[in-house]
């Protein structure tokens, strides 16, 4: 718990951080759970700037996600219980045109774990793949705030033997 904490503020001090930042078009925040392992992440995103397939009213867009996230499971004594990862991913949504209302997105990205283990949970390689669906909504007088639902499957694509995955 101290850890999501941790992590909680990380994030509000990367908020006030980057906020000056040109460069960075977005700040991040993340928490859910799954296969047993409660996640927590803070990211920061850069768009594209490019409209693809614009129509009338929706255009494929993207942008770069680079995250720091935070894995905990519960495990018996001598097992590890969490796992720091970094991630970047390049990511594809499809968005109204006045960048308000519902989108949809699709990535796949880059993740590197600090442990292969998470309680009895074993992972063959550091280096894993990241692909994720999401479903949101962008409100605010410019769409300049985000929520949304992920689904993400993190695992290193039989790169090695076994390949244990993981679901958020």
């Not at 993340?30 to 047993?36: F, I, K, M």
């Not at 392992?37 to 803070?42: F, I, Y």
């Not at 990205?109 to 692909?131: C, E, I, N, P, Y």
């Not at 993400?152 to 076994?162: A, Y």
Request: net charge positive; hydrophobic share 40%; glycine share 14%.
């Amino acid at each position: 718990m101290k850890k999501m904490i941790l992590c909680a503020a990380a994030a509000m001090w990367l908020g006030v951080a980057v906020s000056s930042a040109q460069a960075v078009n977005g700040v991040s925040v993340e928490g859910g759970s799954g296969d047993g392992a409660d996640m927590a992440r803070v990211g920061i995103q850069w768009d594209w700037k490019s409209r693809w397939f614009q129509g009338q009213n929706w255009h494929l867009g993207g942008y770069w996600d680079l995250a720091l996230g935070y894995w905990h499971r519960s495990a018996p004594p001598g097992f590890n219980e969490d796992i720091t990862e970094i991630g970047l991913t390049p990511v594809f949504r499809l968005q109204p045109n006045d960048l308000k209302g519902p989108y949809l997105e699709a990535a796949i990205g880059f993740h590197l774990l600090s442990r292969t283990s998470l309680a009895d949970k074993r992972f063959s390689t550091l280096f894993q793949f990241g692909d994720h669906l999401r479903a949101g909504f962008r409100f605010g007088p410019k769409g300049e705030f985000d929520l949304g639902y992920r689904y993400q499957h993190l695992s290193n694509g039989s790169i090695k033997r076994p390949n244990n995955g993981i679901n958020f």
